[in-house]
């Protein structure tokens, strides 16, 4: 396993072959058995392929287009939107997007108590550890992986589309990859780790 945390990459390049379905199941597995908060599990996984993919992504550009164009969620962040429109065309590429929801979550907008607000944090905290042990098994499988934020530029849009209850909280677009990158500069432990004895 800590070959597959030094070895993984984030793909944006992926070849045209499929994945298997057992593979999606393994991967899936993996995230199942992260730790989480209460032993809550609070994940739900959301497989989209074919025709699905196609029309989730006509409903994430339209989603992008609102986002530019009219009322945004996130105003201040316009300078990311030529890179969520870089994002849907690589999950175009992939041939696998997983939609990973906070099946306990209460969504965005919502207005929380301290201890609500306690609680989605501990839940993401698990989708989290979730989403980073299907990361590593893909790693292992050969499969390529791409943890994917950009939905917020589409969030009302999807939520629609993908119509389950909970909070969404990300995409992973998996496929075969077609580049290496090496990998990405990491700040150094002396400037980010503190001991105190």
């Not at 990459?9 to 993996?30: A, G, M, T, V, Y």
């Not at 607000?117 to 993401?124: A, G």
């Amino acid at each position: 396993m800590i070959s597959a945390i030094y070895d993984r990459r984030s793909i944006r390049k992926f070849l045209d072959k499929p994945i298997s379905k057992e593979d999606i199941l393994d991967i899936i597995q993996s995230g199942v058995k992260a730790p989480s908060s209460k032993n809550r599990q609070p994940w739900k996984y959301i497989v989209i392929q074919g025709n699905a993919k196609e029309e989730m992504l006509k409903v994430f550009r339209q989603g992008i287009d609102r986002e530019e164009n009219e009322s945004a969620l996130l105003p201040q962040s316009k300078q990311h939107i030529s890179a969520a429109k870089y994002t849907v065309d690589i999950m175009e590429e992939a041939p696998t997007i997983i939609f990973i929801v906070n099946s306990l979550g209460k969504g965005i907008l919502s207005e929380l108590t301290p201890e609500e607000h306690i609680y989605e944090i501990c839940n993401i905290q698990s989708i989290s550890a979730s989403i980073q042990n299907m990361l590593l098994a893909a790693t292992e499988k050969g499969i390529g992986s791409l943890w994917i934020c950009d939905i917020y530029f589409a969030y009302s849009e999807l939520c629609k589309w993908i119509n389950s209850d909970g909070q969404l909280i990300a995409a992973i677009a998996l496929g075969y990859p077609n580049e290496f990158p090496k990998e990405r500069p990491r700040k150094k432990l002396e400037d980010i780790v503190e001991w105190r004895n």
